[in-house]
């Protein structure tokens, strides 16, 4: 069985509808989908529809930009409720903190002498719930000031571009217990991807997000080398965390991610829905169902 829990629609910062996600992960062979747009469940309806008529089973879930100890740190949230008020409040703050991030990104670009404006964004961000860097990353691509994503982020807008702006992220430790309250179940996306300051996330570090409430790490992903893989891997088997591994498909939008590139193991899926069965017994939440024939 192919399990991808870790992927983006064009409802954030991929490429493709969510209903071209879920046909395409089927004919590529996946079993098992997660649908994690950044903050967002904008796409859940429409994959859960394809997902039904072809017999993919859907995983919901959100991948949620969050801060620890100072830095920047990605949650999967799997199969919250998504009405929870609390949860629902806190992604509304990050769209917004988002959306207003981008004129003042804009107007650092301008001071830079680029000429680019909202439509120039707006153009390649198709139906997005928030535009963010990406899309202004692929702008910059349309323009031609540079020749692709990776190149925008590390000239312009990573945190040590001039024009990077600072954003409103969630607390992960309260976003954590949030996820749990809304019943669902916490997995760190990329812990110790090269691109983000790690430190915060030793073992020490998710020993204490797990006493909070995380359920799992995702280990196998391409911003870790196998080194990085070994040493989580064996963190995970130390503290009982749950293993995933994921694509973090962004259909055209990221090379080297490709679907199914990196898959999570069925019992290692299992116990992350028991986990989340658990917490939505716990709250009361109605988690909504996991679509399909694999799991039940
Ligand atoms: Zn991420
Ligand atoms: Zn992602």
């Not at 945190?159 to 179940?185: F, N, S």
Request: glycine share 10%.
């Amino acid at each position: 069985m192919r399990i991808d829990l870790h992927t983006h629609s064009d409802r954030s910062d991929g490429t493709e509808s969510p209903a071209t996600l879920v046909r395409r992960a089927h004919a590529e062979g996946i079993d098992v989908l997660g649908l994690t747009d950044h903050d967002t469940t904008e796409g859940w309806v429409d994959a859960a529809d394809v997902a039904a008529e072809v017999g993919v089973t859907l995983v919901r879930g959100i991948e949620v930009s969050c801060t620890f100890r100072g830095y920047g740190v990605h949650l999967l949230a799997y199969l919250p409720d998504p009405t929870h008020g609390p949860l629902e409040a806190e992604l509304r703050r990050v769209l917004d903190g988002r959306n207003a991030r981008l004129p003042a990104t804009l107007e650092k670009l301008r001071a830079l002498g680029i000429d680019i404006d909202v439509h120039d964004v707006r153009k390649v961000a198709g139906e997005t719930a928030a535009m963010g860097r990406p899309h202004v990353a692929d702008a910059l691509v349309s323009l031609g000031v540079v020749a692709d994503r990776n190149e925008a982020f590390d000239r312009y807008l990573g945190p040590r571009g001039p024009a990077y702006v600072h954003r409103y992220a969630a607390d992960l430790e309260q976003m954590i217990g949030t996820v749990g309250a809304a019943g669902g179940a916490s997995v760190i996306a990329h812990p110790w991807a090269a691109r983000h300051d790690h430190s915060a996330l030793d073992e020490r570090g998710l020993a204490h997000l797990q006493e909070v409430g995380l359920s799992g790490i995702e280990v196998d992903h391409v911003d870790h080398a196998a080194g990085a893989r070994a040493a989580l891997r064996a963190i995970a088997s130390r503290l009982g965390l749950v293993v995933t591994g994921s694509s973090d498909n962004h259909g055209l939008g990221k090379v080297g991610h490709d679907l199914g590139c990196n898959t999570t193991d069925e019992d290692q899926l299992q116990r992350l829905l028991e986990l989340a069965a658990r917490a939505a017994a716990a709250s009361g939440r109605s988690t909504p169902e996991v679509l399909g024939p694999i799991v039940r």
